[in-house]
């Protein structure tokens, strides 16, 4: 009985997200309207407010999705790509920056991640499914390139790892973040998007790696993402989420 109704629980919430995503992709973030989600989710405003306290819990949840979807099932499924471990770092280190180039994702969903009011106001338990899930990503890509050092590709400490993680996420940001912004969007996409891999493949240098890293393949880092794209889609994001909440990882 009790595993019948969490399971109606995730039910009604992904229903809701579901709809949410909709108004979100139509009108962006200030066309999300709680009694008007309550409606296209035909459920009662008190059901509504039940899973979700306020609009930022639900573009909170929105943002849930797609760092679960595209974070860290992506970024698994680029770990497991044929291919060398450069290729498939950079692959990793360019993936947000890649789906805003291919207008795949064009609502600013990853602009959720900048915008402070939101994480001010958004309950507690729905930031720490956030935080974990980015935490999973970070130790996810942080063991990829442990791999790599077991292997003897790279000669770097600890830090030095965890330094150029953060500089290629800083990097990965700030393109986002101004792709998504329609003042800049243009004048960012004018660029070839060969000169942002550059970007990281230099970030990259600071791995010491045992051949030089400028000489990967962009094709190849390309066609990896590309191939993880076409595989994407068949992932349930709101599972993985579940899957971490049940196991008490969060």
């Given at each position: 009985m009790a595993s019948s109704r969490i399971e109606n629980h995730y039910q009604r919430e992904k229903i809701i997200l579901d709809q949410a995503e909709v108004m979100f992709e139509k009108g962006g973030i200030y066309s999300i309207s709680m009694p008007e989600l309550s409606k296209l989710a035909s459920c009662s405003t008190n059901t509504m407010y039940s899973h979700f306290k306020c609009r930022e819990d639900i573009l909170v949840g929105i943002f849930n999705r797609y760092c679960a979807k595209w974070f860290v099932m992506a970024g698994r499924l680029i770990s497991q790509s044929p291919g060398g471990f450069a290729e498939?770092?950079?692959?990793?280190?360019?993936?947000?920056?890649?789906?805003?180039?291919?207008?795949?994702?064009?609502?600013?969903?990853?602009?959720?991640?900048?915008?402070?009011?939101?994480?001010?106001?958004?309950?507690?338990?729905?930031?720490?499914?956030?935080?974990?899930?980015?935490?999973?990503?970070?130790?996810?890509?942080?063991?990829?390139?442990?791999?790599?050092?077991?292997?003897?590709?790279?000669?770097?400490?600890?830090?030095?790892?965890?330094?150029?993680?953060?500089?290629?996420?800083?990097?990965?940001?700030?393109?986002?973040?101004?792709?998504?912004?329609?003042?800049?969007?243009?004048?960012?996409?004018?660029?070839?998007?060969?000169?942002?891999?550059?970007?990281?493949?230099?970030?990259?240098?600071?791995?010491?790696?045992?051949?030089?890293?400028?000489?990967?393949?962009?094709?190849?880092?390309?066609?990896?993402?590309?191939?993880?794209?076409?595989?994407?889609n068949a992932i349930d994001p709101d599972k993985i989420i579940q899957q971490l909440q049940n196991s008490g990882k969060w």
């Amino acid at each position: 009985m009790a595993s019948s109704r969490i399971e109606n629980h995730y039910q009604r919430e992904k229903i809701i997200l579901d709809q949410a995503e909709v108004m979100f992709e139509k009108g962006g973030i200030y066309s999300i309207s709680m009694p008007e989600l309550s409606k296209l989710a035909s459920c009662s405003t008190n059901t509504m407010y039940s899973h979700f306290k306020c609009r930022e819990d639900i573009l909170v949840g929105i943002f849930n999705r797609y760092c679960a979807k595209w974070f860290v099932m992506a970024g698994r499924l680029i770990s497991q790509s044929p291919g060398g471990f450069a290729e498939r770092f950079a692959a990793k280190m360019i993936l947000g920056p890649y789906l805003l180039t291919k207008e795949i994702e064009v609502c600013g969903i990853q602009f959720i991640m900048d915008l402070p009011i939101i994480w001010n106001i958004s309950s507690p338990e729905r930031v720490l499914i956030s935080r974990t899930l980015l935490e999973l990503t970070a130790t996810e890509n942080f063991n990829f390139t442990n791999v790599a050092r077991n292997f003897g590709l790279i000669n770097v400490s600890d830090p030095v790892i965890h330094k150029v993680l953060r500089r290629c996420f800083i990097l990965e940001r700030g393109f986002c973040n101004l792709a998504n912004n329609k003042i800049f969007r243009e004048h960012i996409l004018e660029e070839p998007f060969s000169d942002y891999i550059e970007q990281i493949k230099n970030e990259m240098k600071k791995l010491n790696w045992n051949f030089d890293v400028m000489t990967t393949s962009t094709e190849e880092i390309l066609k990896i993402i590309e191939s993880v794209i076409l595989d994407i889609n068949a992932i349930d994001p709101d599972k993985i989420i579940q899957q971490l909440q049940n196991s008490g990882k969060w």
